[in-house]
Every structure is written in structure tokens, then in C-alpha cells.
């Protein structure tokens, strides 16, 4: 089956970097999406990556590794309104988005 | 400005009842989705559609219907027969379904069932 994990829950402090990773299990790749969703509204795009290795945009970059089934997002300089869960989702070979349960990250001062 | 419009926002329904969610966007996007979420859960397709009076089954269709008479608009219908429809809904649209653009989602419908 299709399957694509990521942590529940992460924990970090205002200021520092954080990394969220995700692996994946899927029939075929045709990308992989992170996304931002806070709580109670609709997830925003982050980044997509098809390509193996790191896509920066800001603070946020995303690397992927289609040979080890593996992507992390990477926060730095972190906020408080970085607080949210992250979406983690590949599509497969259908161009079908499989989506994994998020990773809901907390933010202390 | 463009985007994608669901509504209502929050829904109460008594058991029993069959509920319309409603969905419209103006990007002029081709494919249109709607997708289900619970705690603890990825997202979960229910149908979607590539094309104006076409749509498709998604994993968990049952207890769902759609049309899609116009481009712009993608009504969910949440029947009686859906076993356990206490949910947070999310509409999303992109350009075409083949493609691998990213998903535009609307706010999100959150229905209850009392």
C-alpha cells in the first residue's frame, strides 16, 4: 500500500531550526508537496520538490532524497506564528496526492 | 482577487439529514477536489473532478455525491447513508488533474452532526 510518514508532534523554540521529516512509500513520484496548515484553516503550499536535493525559499527549505523515499522541511529562525501542522504529500504515479497525517509543530518563546 | 470560496463555514446537522457543501473558485481551474479531514488523519479524497459534467470517486466516496454543472462551482453533498460525517471538509482546485501544480484549498467547511 501507499503510505507516508511523518512525526505527530514536534516541539522548538522561537529563534531556532527545526527539521520535519517525512518518508514516503508510493506507487511512483511525481513530486513532493509540503504544506502549511494552521489550526482550523486551510492548508497554504510551501514547497515542491521533484528533483533530489534542497530547494531554499526564505526561511523555509526542502530537500528531498527519491532513493531513500525521504523529504525534510526545514524552518529556521523560527516564529511564533510558525505554530501549525505540516502537511507532508507525494503524488504517484497517477498524479494522485497521497497525504500524510501532519506534523503538528509548537512553537515556545 | 482570485481564490476558492466554500461555504458554509461551520454546519449543524441532525441525523439523518442531508447537507450541501458549497465550493466555487474563480481561478479558472480545470480540476476541482474535495477532500476530508479528521484528527490524527491525512487527507482523505472523496471525489474530484477534471472537467465541467465529469468527476471521479475518490477512497471514500460513500455516503457522498457531487455534480459539476458549471467550471466554477463543485457542490459536496453529504447524505445520510455517510456513516459518520463529523468532519473538518476542504475544497481545493488546480489547473488540470494530469499536471503538477500545486493545490489551491478553500477555508474549509467543519459540519457536525448531533
Known amino acids: 500500500g501507499q503510505n507516508i510518514d511523518q512525526p505527530t508532534e514536534m516541539t522548538a523554540t522561537e529563534g531556532a531550526i527545526v527539521q520535519i521529516n517525512c518518508t514516503y512509500q508510493?506507487?511512483?513520484?511525481?513530486?513532493l508537496f509540503w504544506y502549511q496548515q494552521h489550526a482550523g484553516e486551510a492548508p497554504t503550499f510551501l514547497s515542491y520538490?521533484?528533483l533530489d536535493g534542497l530547494e531554499e525559499k526564505g526561511r523555509f527549505s526542502s530537500f528531498l532524497s527519491r532513493s531513500k523515499g525521504y523529504s525534510y522541511l526545514l524552518l529556521k529562525e523560527l516564529q511564533m506564528k510558525d505554530s501549525a501542522s505540516y502537511l507532508c504529500a507525494v503524488m504517484d504515479s497517477n498524479y494522485q496526492l497521497i497525504w500524510g497525517a501532519g506534523t503538528k509543530l509548537i512553537i515556545k518563546p | 482577487d482570485g481564490g476558492i470560496t466554500q461555504s458554509p463555514k461551520y454546519l449543524f446537522r441532525k441525523e439523518g439529514q442531508n447537507v450541501t457543501l458549497s465550493c466555487e473558485q474563480n481561478?479558472?481551474?480545470?480540476?476541482m477536489y474535495w477532500y476530508r479531514q479528521d484528527p490524527g488523519q491525512g487527507l482523505r479524497l472523496i471525489y474530484y473532478s477534471q472537467i465541467v459534467n465529469d468527476f471521479q470517486k475518490g477512497d471514500i466516496a460513500e455516503g457522498y455525491s457531487v455534480s459539476r454543472e458549471k467550471k466554477e462551482s463543485f457542490p459536496l453533498t453529504v447524505t445520510s447513508a455517510q456513516k459518520n460525517p463529523t468532519a473538518f471538509y476542504l475544497c481545493?482546485?488546480?489547473?488540470?488533474?494530469?499536471?503538477?501544480?500545486?493545490?489551491?484549498f478553500g477555508e474549509g467547511s467543519r459540519l457536525t452532526v448531533l
Open positions: 520538490n521533484v
Open positions: 508510493t506507487s511512483g513520484f511525481n513530486g
Open positions: 481561478l479558472n481551474h480545470d480540476a
Open positions: 481545493a482546485s488546480k489547473t488540470g488533474d494530469g499536471d503538477t501544480g500545486e493545490l489551491f
